[in-house]
């Protein structure tokens, strides 16, 4: 589940959106987010990321990334690694459940996850993850993020501003 928000909150390189690692590799903030099961993502869901950091070994085949996750209100540092099992397929990552993620959208300064969490009860869960540079958003990235989440079939009702409850350390 952690590593979706790799996708989430983390991950890169798929087929159709190739990545290089000096594309990837860096601090990102997560931007926006939005889920089927939008609890998994409010405040104490335990999809909700905080991303920090991205690092891709392999030629990108293996996806690190450094994110905070909130548990009664304190930030928690979370370090996990997504790994894509053969070169056309989504990353996969095993925490609180089967996660698999790819990257769906990219631009300049923002790359955009979707992701599936399997959760350890067996409750499936589809999120995007829009991840920034910046610690902004610019109306495009809005207008992107809230198409592709229409485009993936999740309401735009479902739609969360990370960033603006990101309290986080660096």
């Avoid at 997560?30 to 405040?43: G, H, P, R």
């Avoid at 996806?63 to 909130?70: C, E, G, T, V």
């Avoid at 304190?74 to 925490?95: F, H, M, Q, W």
Wanted: hydrophobic share 35%; proline share 4%; aromatic share 10%.
């Amino acid at each position: 589940m952690y590593i979706f928000l790799f996708a989430l909150a983390v991950g890169l390189a798929c087929a159709h959106l190739p990545i290089l690692p000096e594309q990837i590799n860096g601090e990102w903030r997560t931007l926006f987010m939005a889920s089927d099961n939008v609890d998994k993502i409010e405040d104490g869901g335990d999809l909700k990321a905080f991303l920090r950091h991205f690092q891709c070994f392999q030629g990108c085949r293996k996806l690190s990334a450094r994110f905070y996750i909130k548990l009664f209100g304190e930030c928690r540092e979370v370090s996990a690694l997504g790994i894509k099992r053969n070169t056309n397929g989504p990353y996969v990552a095993d925490y609180a459940g089967q996660n698999s993620f790819e990257i769906i959208d990219k631009g300049d300064e923002d790359i955009v996850f979707s992701s599936t969490n399997v959760d350890v009860r067996g409750r499936r869960t589809r999120v995007l993850l829009m991840a920034g540079k910046r610690n902004s958003i610019t109306p495009e990235q809005e207008r992107r993020f809230a198409q592709l989440t229409e485009e993936n079939g999740i309401p735009r009702e479902n739609i969360k501003n990370i960033l603006n409850s990101d309290t986080c350390p660096n």
